[in-house]
C-alpha cells in the first residue's frame, strides 16, 4: 500500500522550459512534505519542503505547491537546466509516520 | 562541514555470509536513520535512533539484520546472514532532531551484492 505515489517514472524536458513533478498521497495524518533529489552514486539531497498550512514555498528556481483537498503536491522547476537532471523523490510525514518515500521520478533535462 | 560518511561504498559477498556498514552523522545530529533503497524504488526505514536509543526499529528484520549506536554518534549495521534479496543500497542519514527531523542529510549509500 504504497502512501506516498509518484506516477510518472521519467520525464524530458527542454533546457529553459519548465518541468512539473507530480506527486500524490493517501494518507490524511501527512503534514509536511518534502523532495529530494538524488544523482547518480549519491545519497538524495533536500532540495525544498512546504508545512500543511501552506499551499506554495518557493526557493529561486524550485516551488512546491500544496493542494491538501486534492492529496496532491507538485514541484516546478523554472527554468529547467542540465544540471537538474536527476531523480526526484517526493517524501511525506505527520503523527507518528516517519518519512515515506515516493519511487521517485527521474527528470532529463535536454540541451 | 563534512556530510555523512558511509563505508564500505560497494560490497559484494556470497549469500549466508555476514556484512556489516558503518556510518558517521553529521557532527551535533542527535537522529540517526538507517534506510534500505531497492531499484526502482524510494528508500524505506528501517530504524532510527534518537541519541544511542533505537526509537523506530519496526521495519527492521530482526532475524538477520541488526544495529547499534554506541555513545549516540556513529552507527553500524549488520545483516547475518545475507540472502540473495537483500542485494540493494544501504543509506545512513542524520538530522538535527525535534522539528527539524523531516530534513535529513543523506550519505552516499553502500550499495550490497549478494551472490
Known amino acids: 500500500d504504497q502512501q506516498v505515489k509518484q506516477n510518472s517514472p521519467s520525464l524530458s524536458v527542454q533546457e529553459g522550459r519548465i518541468s512539473i513533478l507530480n506527486c500524490d498521497y493517501t494518507?490524511?495524518?501527512?503534514?509536511?512534505f518534502l523532495w529530494y533529489k538524488k544523482y547518480p552514486a549519491e545519497g538524495p539531497t533536500f532540495l525544498i519542503s512546504?508545512?500543511?498550512?501552506?499551499d506554495k514555498n518557493e526557493d529561486g528556481r524550485f516551488t512546491v505547491f500544496l493542494n491538501k483537498s486534492a492529496k496532491h503536491l507538485s514541484l516546478h522547476i523554472v527554468p529547467s537546466q542540465p544540471g537538474d537532471s536527476a531523480v526526484y523523490f517526493c517524501?511525506?510525514?505527520?503523527?507518528?509516520?516517519?518519512?515515506?518515500f515516493g519511487k521517485g521520478t527521474r527528470l532529463s533535462v535536454i540541451a | 562541514e563534512a556530510g555523512v560518511v558511509q563505508s564500505p561504498r560497494y560490497k559484494i559477498i556470497e549469500k549466508k555470509q555476514p556484512v556489516a556498514f558503518w556510518c558517521n552523522p553529521i557532527?551535533?545530529?542527535?537522529?540517526l536513520y538507517w534506510y534500505l533503497q531497492n531499484l526502482g524504488q524510494g528508500p524505506e526505514l528501517l530504524i532510527r535512533?534518537?541519541?544511542?536509543?533505537?526509537?523506530?526499529d519496526s521495519q527492521l528484520p530482526k532475524d538477520r539484520f541488526s544495529a547499534e549506536r554506541l555513545k549516540g554518534v556513529d552507527s553500524t549495521l549488520k545483516i547475518q546472514p545475507a540472502e540473495l534479496g537483500d542485494s540493494a543500497v544501504y543509506l545512513c542519514?542524520?538530522?538535527?532532531?525535534?522539528?527539524?527531523?523531516?530534513?535529513?542529510?543523506f550519505g552516499p549509500g553502500t550499495r550490497l551484492t549478494v551472490l
Open positions: 542519514a542524520s538530522s538535527l532532531g525535534g522539528i527539524r527531523s523531516n530534513e535529513q542529510f
Open positions: 494518507n490524511s495524518m501527512f503534514d509536511y
Open positions: 512546504i508545512s500543511s498550512i501552506k
Open positions: 517524501a511525506a510525514s505527520g503523527g507518528n509516520t516517519p518519512l515515506v
Open positions: 557532527s551535533g545530529h542527535n537522529t
Open positions: 535512533y534518537e541519541n544511542e536509543e533505537a526509537v523506530d
